[in-house]
């Protein structure tokens, strides 16, 4: 890839100018790593939708039985729907199912990024495995991180899985990238991160505080975790687009 952007919020989204790129959405707390991980432990595939009543929607076109739903508002779990959190929805079966899911900003940016040729999602468990996918497949195409963000606002932690991903870029290969300022920043910013200061700032940030006060502290801890799983998600368009692992 000649040139990596970064967007630092998906309202910055523009689809005019998402034709022939390449968008790696990132939801680090917790859309793209609860996508990652329950595709990693045996998910069939995993249905973004915008809300509740969408997600119903898909439902009742699949067997009883084949599926889970999964999601949030503003942070909060909807009724009758299992919290979008990794651990949570682990402990179900999830083994074959397809999970219906739907977020407040992660299901959102992949839904808003459809106009692109190809959408990942990525997080700091699989950042290694999709910056190398990347350099395989789409090596000549311009690449667009989109941070999720919150609400309209930057998000430290989809900025710092961001410079994880340009990080893990570098490291894979001789050819020199051409970095947005906002890249620049997420790269420099990313490298000066510990392990310790990671969970640190993932604690701390907004996201974070939500989810240690509503008992799922240990999401964040999971999510903090780098380059433990070998998958690559990738988005397949429909009706009901869908993310399946492109690569293991």
């Known amino acids: 890839m000649t040139k990596i952007h970064v967007l630092t919020q998906k309202e ?6 998402l034709k022939n790129c390449i968008v790696v959405v990132f939801d680090v707390l917790l859309a793209t790593t609860t996508i990652t991980t329950l595709l990693q432990h ?35 779990a909807l009724d009758d729907f299992i919290y979008p959190c990794p651990l949570k929805l682990m402990e179900s079966d999830i083994k074959d199912k397809t999970i219906i899911f739907s977020t ?13 040729s190809f959408i990942y999602a990525s997080c700091l468990l699989n950042g290694a495995s999709v910056a190398q996918y990347l350099l395989k497949s789409h090596r000549d195409k311009s690449l667009l991180l989109v941070c999720s963000g919150n609400h309209g606002r930057f998000s430290m ?8 991903l340009i990080n893990a870029l570098h490291r894979n290969t001789e050819s020199v990238f051409h ?11 990313y490298q000066q991160c510990q392990q310790n200061q990671i969970v640190e700032y993932f604690l701390t940030s907004q996201t974070g505080k939500l989810l240690t006060s509503i008992d799922y502290e240990q ?16 988005v397949r368009k429909g009706d009901y687009p869908y993310l399946e692992i492109a690569y293991s």
């Open 12 to 17: 910055a989204i523009d689809p005019l100018k």
């Open 42 to 76: 045996g998910a069939n595939k995993i249905i973004p939708v915008l809300n509740a009543e969408e997600a119903l929607a898909v439902s009742r076109q699949l067997p009883q039985n084949s599926f889970i739903l999964s999601g949030e508002a503003n942070g909060y």
């Open 104 to 116: 407040t900003n992660g299901t959102v940016a992949l839904n808003n990024s459809l106009d692109a």
């Open 157 to 164: 932690e989809d900025f710092i899985g961001a410079g994880h």
């Open 179 to 189: 970095l947005s300022d906002a890249a620049i920043l997420a790269y420099k910013f």
């Open 219 to 234: 999401s964040i801890f999971h999510a903090a975790q780098r380059d433990i799983y070998p998958i690559v998600p990738v």
